[in-house]
T-cell receptor, first 114, second 113 residues
Framework: EAQVTQNPRYLITVTGKKLTVTCSQN?????MSWYRQDPGLGLRQIYY???????DKGDVPEGYKVSRKEKRNFPLILESPSPNQTSLYFC?????????????FGEGSRLTVL | KQEVTQIPAALSVPEGENLVLNCSFT??????LQWFRQDPGKGLTSLLL?????REQTSGRLNASLDKSSGRSTLYIAASQPGDSATYLC????????????FGQGTELSVKP
């Protein structure tokens, strides 16, 4: 089954404790992206990757890191999480190397930073 | 800076009604526009993707139109059903912006039986 898989789905952590949210897709998509969704602010793009080893900042990259060492995986790293990073996070992918065509989303990862 | 607005924020209609959801964007230099559906606690599901050269796309009871000159897109839902209840979001991708997408804040639709 074609899908985008995120882990963990739910996480409660404390300020400053490094964490990684994994994202994996099995559709051989070249484009992958991370978003956060907050009440009243909607969905905002954190980082995206047009291909392996190619990443770029979205609108809210501060406090996050990403890497794209292989096509199927695009982990989101929070080196020192803070309470303002409490949010619902989504990973998405699409086929086109030239940018997002139809986007496929994961189920989301709800992160709480205390 | 591209801004995307969806009005209304919430909409409640009786079952069977035809309805229109609106999406406005400030910069007409877009590459494409995509409509999504989001159920509570779930990810987004792509409904329709309209390239900048297209005027509309149709899928079943859904029809999306695009008017770049006026900075507007509409999503028409025919014969609404309770199962259509969800939040609908639009997202635009600008030319020369690589993989950046800008989302509207969504319209929460409730279809009453």
């Amino acid at each position: 089954e074609a899908q985008v898989t995120q882990n963990p789905r739910y996480l409660i952590t404390v300020t400053g404790k490094k964490l990684t949210v994994t994202c994996s897709q099995n559709m051989n998509h070249e484009y992958m992206s991370w978003y956060r969704q907050d009440p009243g602010l909607g969905l905002r793009q954190i980082y995206y990757s047009m291909n392996v080893e190619v990443t770029d900042k979205g609108d809210v990259p501060e406090g996050y890191k990403v890497s794209r060492k292989e096509k199927r995986n695009f982990p989101l790293i929070l080196e020192s999480p803070s309470p303002n990073q409490t949010s619902l996070y989504f990973c998405a992918s699409s086929l086109l190397a030239g940018g997002p065509g139809e986007l496929f989303f994961g189920e989301g990862s709800r992160l709480t930073v205390l | 800076k591209q801004e995307v607005t969806q009005i209304p924020a919430a909409l409640s209609v009786p079952e069977g009604e035809n309805l229109v959801l609106n999406c406005s964007f400030t910069d007409s230099a877009i590459y494409n526009l995509q409509w999504f559906r989001q159920d509570p606690g779930k990810g987004l599901t792509s409904l329709l993707l309209i390239q900048s050269s297209q005027r509309e796309q149709t899928s079943g009871r859904l029809n999306a139109s695009l008017d770049k000159s006026s900075g507007r897109s509409t999503l028409y839902i025919a014969a609404s059903q309770p199962g259509d209840s969800a939040t609908y979001l639009c997202a635009v991708r600008r030319y020369n912006q690589g993989g950046k997408l800008i989302f509207g804040q969504g319209t929460e639709l409730s279809v009453k039986p």
